[in-house]
């Protein structure tokens, strides 16, 4: 059964349904329907909700809940994001799982509290210090951000890393039916946990901390094993170019829900053309790009934003096809008649 539900609030019922036992944030626009709801039913569900007194503690909150073997969810929005990075650099080293929700807004600095996508870089290639990435999720439905939670703390737990779902505020405020997940998620056996161990086994010691320059950097093979094992099981894309399309339009998000009306636009002037969108921002779908039908003849990204998935689209192009860009920023959004425009501008027509 379908729940008419707002993006935020489905985004906290999935991760309670996926077994979260704690949740450690602190408001700020346009994320504060997650930790109210959380506030509420977390409680209810057995669960740890704690208002911290500033991101910086709910991220470290996040890494003594997590180092204790808990399914451990925290949320905020771009700046508040920024604030978390060390943190989140922390429980990168240390191996701790961990999913954070960003519900992103116009930037850089305070900027606004419209949506936007200049997130990317932070969110995909590691905003605090040191070698290392986040499996990043960027949902485009409520529908599919609800999923995307299940599926985030399961990554988070296989591969003991901090896991990031990228939605933006279009996507947290707006409302849509959803079906929620019913059965029992399937917990990961955590011995490595700091939990006690009465006893009955070696103690465990959690850290990203080691003076030994030979032993850090072994660390960081090791981490980097893991993430070479998560590009090749964890990509995840949605492409709908079709023989016979000449441009294929790369966005990711609620945009590209745009952009398939765009299409549907372009179909009308007798245009073809069709849509890659990533799930996964990182690990980025390269490969997609090397296999494309014959037909395109161009890409064209359209992001909020002044451009930075852009950059993994020419990664994964490398010189096959030209690269075009459109974006808006500070919280503006294109319209599907920009999108259509800029294609039949590409083409000529």
Request: contains cysteine; negative net charge; hydrophobic residues 40%.
């Amino acid at each position: 059964m379908k729940t008419l539900m707002k993006g935020n609030e489905a985004i906290c019922e999935a991760a309670i349904r996926a077994g979260c036992t704690a949740f450690f944030g602190y408001p700020i626009t346009p994320q504060n329907e997650v930790p109210e709801y959380m506030s509420l039913h977390m409680p209810k569900s057995g669960g740890v909700f704690v208002q911290a007194e500033s991101e910086v503690a709910a991220i470290n909150m996040c890494y003594g809940a997590a180092a204790a073997g808990v399914r451990v969810m925290t949320s905020s929005s771009s700046p508040g994001i920024a604030l978390k990075q060390e943190g989140i650099s922390y429980m990168a080293g240390a191996l701790l799982p961990c999913v954070i929700v960003n519900v992103s807004r116009g930037g850089p600095g305070l900027g606004g509290i419209l949506p936007s996508q200049g997130d990317y870089f932070q969110c995909t290639r590691g905003g605090g210090n040191g070698d290392y990435f986040l499996p990043v999720y960027a949902p485009f439905s409520i529908q599919e951000a609800s999923d995307l939670m299940t599926k985030a703390f399961d990554t988070a737990d296989r591969y003991r890393t901090p896991v990031m779902v990228l939605a933006d505020g279009m996507l947290g405020q707006m409302m849509e039916p959803v079906e929620l997940l019913e059965e029992k998620p399937k917990l990961h056996d955590k011995p490595w946990a700091a939990n006690g161990n009465s006893g009955k086994r070696e103690k465990n010691m959690i850290t990203s901390l080691d003076l030994d320059g030979a032993v850090l950097e072994q660390m960081n093979v090791k981490r980097f094993d893991t993430y070479k094992e998560i590009i090749e099981k964890e990509v995840m894309v949605d492409n709908r170019v079709k023989e016979g399309d000449e441009v294929a339009i790369v966005a990711y998000g609620i945009p590209a829900r745009i952009v398939l009306n765009a299409i549907d636009e372009l179909a009308e002037s007798g245009i073809k053309a069709g849509l890659v969108r990533p799930i996964t921002v990182w690990p980025y779908p390269y490969d997609v790009f090397q296999n494309l039908p014959q037909s395109v003849k161009h890409i064209l990204v359209c992001e909020l934003s002044m451009g930075q998935m852009v950059d993994d689209v020419k990664i994964g192009v490398a010189g096959k096809y030209p690269v075009h860009f459109y974006g808006r920023c500070g919280g503006m959004i294109f319209e599907p008649e920009e999108i259509s425009g800029k294609v039949k501008e590409i083409l000529g027509r």
